[in-house]
């Protein structure tokens, strides 16, 4: 498996699946969520709705996929991470859960390249520095990373560009 950090809008990397920062609701919102659902149109709410309907949305943690419309990805996989307030020891645990549980369903469903964006890092104010080291660890953990082949994280602004280089160099010096 190959890491890759790219400074980059998300919703323009052509992998098999590209990981979104949604809401319980799975109906959209701001932030990436906004992005992924403008530029990928009406079929993603569409089956977001139909999962809806299925399971009553997605709790925090957990994840859920569906095509990806008009984007140049195949899928997306909707996660919802935590917000960072109340009892920090959970919220870690539920972002690096947002990390597996999207791997676990990339593997189920053939993907071998996948992106994801800081989840949580924006409106959900998780710490960018803690954030990024939750996802590369769960990332490198994942008893079946060896079934995909890249993995891209992809960074919004310079800060997280940087704290993403900084910690997997740090890795590689191990
Ligand atoms: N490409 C890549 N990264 C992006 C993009 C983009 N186009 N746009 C923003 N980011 P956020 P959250 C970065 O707020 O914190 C929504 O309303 C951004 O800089 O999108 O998990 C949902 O519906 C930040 O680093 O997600 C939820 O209600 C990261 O993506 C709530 O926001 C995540 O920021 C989720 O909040």
Known sequence: MKIEI???????????????????SLLGGGGVDGAIHRKGGKVILDE????????GGCKVGEAVITTAGNLPSKYVIHTVGPVW??????????????????????????????????????????PKDKAAE?????????????EIEKVIFVCFDDESYKIYNDLLEKIDKK
Do not use: M, W
């Open 6 to 24: 790219l400074k980059a809008d998300i919703t323009e990397i052509h992998v098999d699946a590209i990981v979104n920062a949604a809401n319980t």
């Open 48 to 55: 977001c709705i139909q999962i809806r309907n299925k399971q």
């Open 85 to 126: 307030n109340g009892d920090k020891e959970e919220k870690k645990n539920l972002l690096a859960a947002c990390y597996q549980n999207s791997l676990e369903l990339a593997v189920e469903n053939n993907i071998k390249t996948i992106a994801f964006p800081g989840i949580s890092t924006g409106i959900y104010h998780f």
């Open 134 to 146: 939750i996802a590369i660890k769960t990332v490198l953990n994942f008893d079946k990373i060896s």
